[in-house]
């Protein structure tokens, strides 16, 4: 009987508080749930939410589409001068059940994207080889105004050729391997050391997507 007058106590003290302090303290409150439920939500993130083969001029295409948002330890890299680097990966592959699966087309995508202080523009290089090796003399370079127009660029790859009609069998079986992600080999070693601790700089995506016999006709 002692624990349960005492805990009635409390809760009337708390409705009494409660009702004292009135609206401004569900006010404050409330602003700071929102505050906290904002700060779990700025994370890196990327899902495949479209992935769709299709045939053209005698070539097996592939649209990908992706929601990728980057997290505030990304975004503060960048706007410190960073460079940070994205990579996608498709690969086509023909089933065989006495060997292993034979690669019949494969194609990648390489982004370097980097925020200019001096304009304050964000510029995106995409090449089909890597940018650490080439350099950006062989890349395309396009420059935006906010991050957010550099990022559609990199979530949406269209009519890329991945692999030859000739090179697929129509009566074998077949399949797509798709992979996505932050390419952190690219950042200078300090950063690769310190974003292996953070869920930020984690980020990637993959899949696979088997292609039926009437689509390979």
């Known amino acids: 009987m002692h624990w349960v007058n005492m805990t009635a106590f409390i809760t009337h003290c708390w409705k009494k508080i409660g009702l004292e302090l009135g609206r401004p303290l569900v006010r404050l409150l409330s602003i700071g749930l929102l505050g906290l439920s904002c700060a779990w939500a700025q994370t890196s993130s990327v899902e495949l939410i479209e992935l769709n083969p299709a045939y053209q001029e005698k070539a097996l295409v592939l649209t990908a589409q992706l929601s990728l948002a980057l997290g505030p330890a990304v975004e503060d890299a960048l706007i410190k001068g960073l460079a940070v680097h994205f990579v996608a990966d498709v690969e086509v592959f023909q089933d065989r059940w006495y060997w292993t699966d034979k690669k019949v087309g494969s194609a990648s995508r390489y982004y370097r994207l980097a925020f200019q202080p001096l304009t304050r523009r964000w510029r995106l290089n995409v090449s089909s080889e890597p940018i650490s090796l080439t350099g950006l003399a062989g890349s395309i370079s396009q420059n935006f105004e906010t991050l ?32 996505f992600k932050l390419d952190v080999s690219q950042l200078p070693r300090p950063f690769q050391i310190a974003a292996g601790n953070q869920v930020d700089w984690n980020l990637q995506v993959n899949q696979s997507l088997r292609l039926n016999t009437v689509q390979v006709r």
Do not use: F, T
């Open 148 to 179: 957010g127009e550099a990022l559609n660029v990199i979530r949406r790859q269209s009519a890329w050729k991945i692999a030859d009609l000739q090179n697929l069998d129509a009566e074998a079986r077949q399949h797509i391997r798709y992979a």
